[in-house]
């Protein structure tokens, strides 16, 4: 059987049900009663970026054999008690790639040059009464990355084409890396006019955007979240935005999704998406085969396709 830890697309869902015995662990009303009946059947949890395998399930789940995330970040899965267990983990890394740093750009293009609320400034018909302001240019500002990896690297390759001088910083430098290191990331927000978070959200990136980098980002600096949530001290960012210390922010993901702070429904500074970086029908398909594709891989003990541990 295979424990499905939240919903997460329809054509995954209905491959996995033509493979496997399938669980739906979020419509279980009882889940300690249904782990007593079914936690022996199952060896697969199918996780996203919203639920995936914490320590408490994996110890529930005697026969787990693997994890396989329908998302590239494995912050809901306990790595460590993985290995410990020897349950293979698989992620969808590669696939998603495009669109993540295609949004990120267009969250910078839209907080600066004011898309959503010239849109709706269309829409309300306040366009026949005037009074439009100017925005802000993006090409050429300096762009900062956090995280320089598959994503980081296609959002800086995407910025260079907007003649944007880049800079990043990461745990380690890259060598050969043509792009300014910055081992602080207050120095990196120092240095630059849009700070874009591309890392993993790990306990030590956990709040990496804190009241000091954000004092350091400063009132022409505009802030993009295309991780997770909890890299953002949320409550410092809104305060920002709210008293005007920073000057805009493109957010595609909250600490408590889907709560988002209603303070910033009013900031024409500020764009806010529903976690849909990797959100195409071309992508989520690719994702889902992905995640079949490992299972497939896994259960006829072929190599996995895309394996974490
Ligand atoms: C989600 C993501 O997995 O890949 C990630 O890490 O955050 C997304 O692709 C997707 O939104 C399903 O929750």
Redesign the pocket.
Known sequence: GVLMACP?NAYLEQELEKRFRLFRFWQVPQKPQFLKEHAASIRAVVG???AGADAELIEALPRLEIVSS????LDKIDLGKCREKGIRVTN?PDV?TEDVADLAIGLCLAVLRRICASDKYVRSGKWKKGDFRLTTKFTGKTVGIIGLGRIGTAIAKRAEAFNCPISYNSRTEKPDCKYKYYPSVVELASNCHILIVACPLTPETRHIINREVIDALGPKGVLINIGRGPHVDEPELVSALVEGRLGGAGLDVYEHEPEVPEELFGLENVVLLP?V???TVETRNAMADLVLGNLEAHFTNKPLLTPVV
Not at 70 to 73: A, E, K, N, Q, R
């Open positions: 997460m996203s970026s919203v329908f998302s590239v970040g969808t998603l976690h970086g990797s959100g």
